[in-house]
């Protein structure tokens, strides 16, 4: 997509106005398996006897994963960021590598295109990028086709995970 390398990591504390939870059935795997996707471990908190109860990912600002231990019910938690000025097809063969489920880089027919995958336990992830070249395209296809109580821009930001 562009030239950038990797999501800049805000590594400030504040209020998440949204996150998501994962229980994971192992913590250092997933922490392991989440990288090449561009998160990092902002926090571990730890529980008794040292052993972490609580990991924090994030990936931009905003773009937040708390992470516990336990058994996971498969396929209940899906959840889509921004991807960013990222390489999507270089994200998808780096999760690939890393031994995940990955579907993408896909165009969906709402002129984005997304990179789904699902970790060991089921968590699935999508990152979603709008495609730029068909801007025009995607702007009338709104106006035609949506109804609603919304507001469009006239352009969309080419980094729409900027604050």
């Known amino acids: 997509m562009t030239e950038k390398n990797g999501p800049h990591i805000d590594r400030s504390i504040y209020p ?3 996150f998501i939870n994962l229980v994971v059935s192992d913590l ?28 924090h990912l994030r990936r931009e600002k905003y773009q937040d994963i708390l992470m516990t231990q336990g058994t996971a019910a498969r396929g209940t938690v899906s959840a889509s960021f921004a991807a960013g000025q ?60 949506i109804t609603g109580d919304f507001e469009t821009p006239e352009t969309i930001a080419p980094n729409l995970s900027e604050n």
């Open 28 to 55: 250092t795997a997933a922490e392991a398996f989440y990288a090449p996707a561009g998160f990092v471990t902002l926090a571990t908190i730890p529980g008794p006897g040292g052993v972490p109860s609580l990991v």
């Open 86 to 145: 990222i390489d999507l097809d270089e994200v998808a063969d780096s999760i690939r590598v890393a031994g995940g489920n990955v579907t993408g880089p896909v165009d969906t027919p709402w002129f984005s295109t997304d990179v789904t995958f699902s970790d060991a336990d089921g968590n699935t992830v999508t990152l979603t990028a709008p495609r730029m070249v068909d801007q025009t395209a995607a702007q009338a296809w709104v106006n035609d086709q």
């Open 16 to 18: 998440m106005p949204m």
